[in-house]
């Protein structure tokens, strides 16, 4: 249990902080109610009306991306923590090789949809 | 060598298939021709070379390459030739050069023409690949290949929906049989380790191993008798016997050669050649052999009094042919293969010839069929008269004929055969001494519809338009004006038809000379029954009392690569003279009982047929009328009436058809049923996974419970 | 798994690292040329597909790799090969299909090449972890090959349905991949059997229940019965050389994984536990190898879709495949499927080229009268379909006698399942001659127009029909090469020695 300790006061530590910031703003802050600042915030899209609406593609393609290089990150940071042990009992390249060949795949895949126009946001 | 004869035909097939479209119709013609001939030219020098072999070692192997060896079981690309394949090729390449060139005079304007000779000539190779076959899974790759080819030449008048029934129809039939044929011949190789004629790997052939086998009791089904009746029961379904025949009266829907071919001369009698080849194993059940011999007989008798009702010219020689097939069939039951093989190849001469005869006088006739609108044709078609005449003497077994000596051998051996209960020899002898009254008498009818009497073509009506009746006119070009006829008017067929009709009507007159029998030889001064005498090496006997001796000698005979029966046939020759001996007067007796009824036959025949459908004619084809009238003959009458409305509309149409189609119409129900089970909606098919699932887990619970209870 | 002996061996993966490179590679061609690479990815993707195959041949006999990661058997390098060949038929068609149909051309094959990448990656999978990574890669691009025509409706509602039923039954492949985990603590399949023959297993039920539910996940992939509903609709949406494609390399590939997983790992009788679990998934298989097969020939009588027809018989010959497997032994299973395969990507090909683009002709009936007016594909046709009817002398009869054999040997308690495929394979003669009379006996269709074939087509239907000659006719060698790898391979005991 007591490894779990440290995770414990991140834990509390964020919650803390995102109390704070919201109480200090609503302590500290200006308020003018206006109807546009009183509706939900959706994204940019229209909160009210039909659900069945359709909406572009686009924003899937780009949300997918986004969790691609979130992927990234998610794996990039444990394996810079792990590094030095690794590089202890696997060669050196081997260990930075297999990461590099990683961001290069999505390096390519990077490029792939840079040339296939997905960041033209007005391509037809 | 062996496999040009073969591959000749094979690559006419594939020139004619491939470019026959842009060929010429002479060309083609000649090409398939051409592959044809040089076939039978090389089997009759292969056949040469196996004569000039000493007696027992007439074996000639050729190996292609191993097609299949998994584990045990070994099959080859390879072919036999002994004497029983050699005078099976002699017989198709021959008749069947003729039957080619009769096509081409016969299919001449036909706009399929290059289509209709690459299916002969693929016919043409898969029958020998058949009979050459040097085990049973080779054998049934020819076996199907020809089931093909009929069913594609029986449907070749793609327009009409007959020919298309008709070809779907000989198609299932026959893999009924196919399926009675596959499971034997698995239950061969479980039974011996082998499916192949000759010794493979230094593992005896089946057909060697069989015969050291005991023979079994009659009316116990062992192994062999198990065997046999599946074996036979393939034969059932390509040879037509009782219950597997309604397919072949139907397959007339295809052009006359291929009836000449196929459906009378060669394929049809490629049961007879399975049961002679495992006459080994077929020798070694009297039950079986009973059951060959007794619907052999029935079949015969049964088609005879079928055929006598027929008023459609191929449908009476069709007939004609499954009651032949019937001969040979209850040849091979008394255990005379020898003498069912020699009415194999007398009868692909006789039938063949009378199909083309009777081709040439539709031709003749503008593409009509019917009998009843015939008659006195022969002042018109000379040659085609004459010959097929010399045709219906032969299968009405007129004396010294070819018919003659193959059906009195039959008869012979059934009235003396050993391996059936006693008596009932005697009894199957009587059912076809009748047929062959009976055969004498319908073919009778026939010659004399057809050529004699009254012209009943013709006046105030165009013989080819005018009757509706039925539908079974050969389709063909119009090219009929061609040789200056109006209508109406009967012409003799040109040279490339009538040809082969005279070559044919002289092998039916000397074609039964191979094999003339003892007792009679003695008497005409022929002393050798020369067939016997070839066939023996590849024949088994039946003994009723022998057991190991045979045994011996097949092990001896496998040394010198010789096939499985050799030995058997070997000791042969010094009993069969004491046999001949001991009976020729009783042999002599039955073969004047069975000349005087074909005579009968044909004399009770002419007497009717001469008086009463002349007169009647007229308002019978004005009025489309049935025969009622025609027959008022108080003979005849209640035993046609029982043919058609008994035999031929109930047991042949609704029962035996009637069977077939409802299993077809029962599949395709369940088939619609379950159609349903397909909604197209994701969330169902979703539903039905997890139900699957859930019965998988299921399953696998109850398991489980096994487990803590069990263990 | 020890981390220091991991045993890595880029040799042992050469061909899928050769797939996915021609991959990635195609799809920067594509993507950095302005109108598309056709023709240039196609020879890529063969090119790659002939240096993978080459890789193949090359492996070591057998070995295990990246932690029991990667294993290499002889199960590996005839499925791979089959893989490869499927792939490159699939290459050599793409091309006129791409163009007759004015599809974008590069990605096509890109999405090729990745899937062969996950299928051979399936066919050398030695871990749970790995035959789902493999299983995922080879589905995922073949639902985006379903849709590949986006603009047709039905090629859209093929490639949801696809999606959806497939995720669906990989929720079960995962779910028993981690209750077998949980039984055995190890998801390496070597691993897996060595503690079920040793009787370790913790928790029995979790066991067998994980089996069950993988046995769900791998009937679905291979679409038996009563998993197999999806296939008929998915298979008529999709254009039809991807239905060739995906109804015989994925389809391979997951029988792979499945022999690898249940005729390896969970093929073991030293232990109570382990015969108990033997028993029950081959009575299950059993079963539904039967199912299967009845249910697929029953319907593919009453189709008049050429297509549909053929999901259905595809569905029946995944049955038949499924006989071998009660003899716990991988090889005519091998056979069988490179058997299916050639004949099935022949008569699909046949098929694409006689719908025109975007399959308007694909209804028996558009097929009346056709045999004489081009013969070569009708011929062509007719042979296939007479293969996958099982008429000798070809491919497809030659596979069903030696799975049927095998069987009938090898396993006599399930020789009834024997009689039921054989009565089964008569049943389907039927409805496979039907096109083939259609074809050659029925008046002209109207609007008949003689399709051009591009030469990679040609080549593609030589190599298939050499293929169904060669099985049929000199099958010896194949199957003694493959009676070599089974003593190789280390399926003991095999279950005909009980």
Known sequence: MKAYVPILIVFIFVLGFAVTNIVLSHLVGKRKNTRAKLIPYECGMDPVGSAHQRFSVKFYLVAMLFILFDIEAVFLLPWAVVFRDLIQKLSRPFVFLEMMVFVAVLLVGYIYVWKKGLFEWNRS | ?711 | MQIENLNLNYGAVAPEIIAAVTGVISMLVDALSPKGARKTNAVISLVGLVLALLAVVRLEPSGSYFGGMVTTDPVRVFFSVIILLVAIIAVLLAGQFLRDEGLPPGEFFTLIMFATTGMLLLASAGDLVTVFLGLEIASITTYVMAGYRRYDVRANESSLKYFLLGSFSTAFMLYGMALTYGATGNTNIAAIRAIIGEGRVEHPALLLIGAAMMLVGFGFKIASAPFHLWTPDVYEGAPTIVTGFMGTGPKAAVFAAFLRVFADGFNVTASPIGAQLQSTWISAVAVIAVLTMTIGNVIAISQKNIKRMLAYSSIAHAGYALVGFVTGDFAPVAFYMLAYSIMSLGAFAVIQLLARAGDQKTEIADYAGIGFETPALSFSLAIFLLSLGGIPPTAGFMSKFFVFKTTWDAAPHYRWLVIAAVVNSIISIYYYLYPIVVMFFRPLAPGFIKPRIATMTTVALILTLVGTFYLGLLPNRLMNALGQGQKAVAIQPRLGDR
């Open chain 2, 1 to 711: 060598m062996l496999k040009w004869i073969t591959l000749a035909p094979l690559i006419g097939a594939l020139i004619n298939g491939l470019f026959g479209k842009r060929l010429n119709e002479k060309v083609v013609g000649l090409i398939a021709c051409l592959s044809v001939g040089v076939s039978a030219a090389l089997s009759f020098m292969q056949f040469g070379k196996l004569l000039s072999l000493p007696a027992d070692q007439r074996v000639i192997t050729e190996h292609f390459f191993t097609w299949i060896q998994v584990g045990a079981f070994r099959a080859d690309f390879a072919y036999l030739l002994d004497p029983l394949s050699g005078l099976y090729i002699l017989f198709i390449t021959g008749v069947g050069l003729l039957i080619h060139i009769y096509a081409t005079g016969y299919m001449h304007g036909d706009p399929g023409y290059y289509r209709f000779f690459t299916y002969l000539n693929l016919f043409m190779f898969m029958m020998l690949t058949l009979v050459l076959a040097d085990n049973l899974l080779l054998l049934f790759v020819g076996w199907e290949g020809v089931g093909l080819c009929s069913y594609l030449l029986i449907g070749y008048y793609i327009k009409r929906k007959e020919a298309g029934d008709a070809a779907k129809k000989a198609f299932v039939t026959n893999r009924v049989g196919d399926f009675s044929y596959s499971i034997g011949m698995f239950l061969i190789f479980t039974a011996f380790g082998s499916i192949s004629f000759v010794a493979k790997d230094g593992v005896p052939s089946f057909l060697t191993q069989a015969a050291s086998r005991p023979v079994e009791a009659l009316w116990s089904l062992g192994l062999m008798g198990g065997i046999a009746l599946l074996l036979f029961g393939g034969a059932t379904g390509k040879s037509a016997q009782i219950p597997l025949f309604v397919w072949l009266p139907d397959a007339m829907a295809g052009p006359t050669p291929v009836s000449a071919l196929i459906h009378a001369a060669t394929m049809v009698t490629a049961g007879v050649y399975l049961t002679a080849r495992c006459s080994a194993i077929v020798v070694k059940s009297p039950t079986a052999m009973t059951v060959i011999a007794v619907i052999g007989a029935a079949t015969a008798i049964f088609a005879a009094t079928i055929g006598l009702a027929q008023n459609d010219i191929k449908k009476v020689l069709a007939y004609s042919t499954v009651s032949q097939l019937g001969y040979m069939f209850l040849a091979c039951g008394v255990g005379a293969f020898i003498a069912g093989i020699f009415h194999v190849m007398t009868h692909a001469f006789f039938k063949a010839l009378l199909f083309l005869g009777s081709g040439s006088v539709i031709h003749g006739m503008h593409e009509e069929q019917d009998i009843r609108k015939m008659g006195g044709l022969r002042k018109y078609m000379k040659i085609t008269f004459v010959t097929m005449s010399i045709g219906w003497f032969a299968i009405a077994g007129f004396p010294l004929l070819s018919g003659f000596f193959s059906k009195d051998e039959i008869l012979w051996k059934t009235f003396t055969a050993e391996a059936l209960p006693h008596g009932w020899g005697k009894a199957l002898w009587a059912v076809a001494f009748l047929t062959a009254g009976l055969t004498a008498f319908y073919m009778t009818r026939m010659m004399w519809l057809t050529f004699f009497g009254e012209e009943r073509f013709g006046k105030g009506h165009d013989a080819h338009h005018g009757h509706g009746g039925h539908g079974h006119d050969d389709h063909h070009g119009d090219h009929h004006g061609d040789k200056g006829h109006g209508h109406g008017t009967p012409h003799e067929s040109p040279l490339v038809m009538t040809l082969p009709l005279i070559l044919l009507a002289v092998l039916s007159i000397f074609g039964g000379f191979v094999g003339v029998p003892h007792a009679l030889g003695n008497i005409i001064g022929i002393h050798e029954n020369k067939i016997e005498h070839f066939l023996q090496p590849s024949i088994a006997e039946f003994h009723a009392g022998e057991h190991g001796a045979a045994a011996a000698h097949g092990a001896a005979a496998e040394s010198h690569g010789a096939p499985a029966v050799a030995a058997e046939g070997a000791a042969k020759p010094a009993a069969a003279p004491a046999e001949a001996h001991g009976d020729a007067s009783t042999e002599l007796a039955l073969t004047g009982l069975s000349v005087l009824i074909g005579l009968v036959g044909i004399g009770l025949g002419v007497l009717i047929y001469s008086k009463k459908p002349i007169r009647h004619m007229p308002s019978v084809l004005e009025n489309k009328y049935y025969v009622d009238e025609l027959y008022e003959t108080t003979i005849i009458n209640p035993l046609e009436e029982t043919s058609r409305h008994v035999l031929w509309k109930f047991v042949d149409v609704k029962v035996i058809d009637g069977f077939v189609n409802g299993v077809a119409r029962g599949v395709s129900e369940l088939a619609n049923l379950l159609r349903y089970s397909q909604t197209g909606l994701a969330r169902s098919y979703a539903a039905v996974i997890l139900l699957g699932a859930i019965a998988v887990i299921g399953y696998f619970v109850v398991k489980i419970f096994g487990i803590q209870i069990g263990i």
